[in-house]
């Protein structure tokens, strides 16, 4: 029933921008920490960033400075700016929420079916 679904995704020149959204859907008691993942093609899923309740915000070291990731945690959702992008961010971006389903649950990891980002000249 708990659904995240990822948007925003497409094709981008070098040095271009795209904004990626994602929204949960469905019964739950709260959203702890919303993460963006991202996968190349035979290549490992890679950290991107990550954001907290309190807005506490990580990033994985290939995108420090260019990307920025936000919240809005009434509308359940997470973004992520991306700037200057590079042809090595091509990727396929999957959005991670960890929800908890009561209140008497542990955190457990949704993951959206991932949206495609594409940067070439």
């Known amino acids: 029933q708990i659904q995240v679904a990822e948007s925003g995704g497409g094709w981008v020149q070098p040095g271009g921008s795209l904004r990626l959204s994602c929204v949960a859907s469905?019964?739950?008691?709260?959203?702890?920490?919303m993460d963006w993942y991202r996968q190349a093609p035979g290549t490992e899923r890679e950290f991107v960033a990550s954001?907290?309740?309190?807005?506490?915000?990580m990033y994985g070291d290939a995108v420090k400075g260019r990307f920025t990731i936000s919240r809005d945690h009434a509308k359940k959702t997470v973004h992520l700016q991306m700037n200057s992008l590079q042809p090595n961010d091509t990727a396929v971006y999957y959005c991670?929420?960890?929800?908890?389903?009561?209140?008497?649950?542990?955190?457990?990891?949704?993951w959206g079916q991932g949206t495609q980002v594409t940067v070439s000249s």
């Open positions: 469905g019964d739950f008691h709260d959203i702890y920490d």
């Open positions: 991670n929420m960890e929800i908890r389903r009561t209140i008497f649950s542990f955190e457990e990891k949704y």
């Open positions: 954001i907290s309740q309190s807005r506490r915000v």
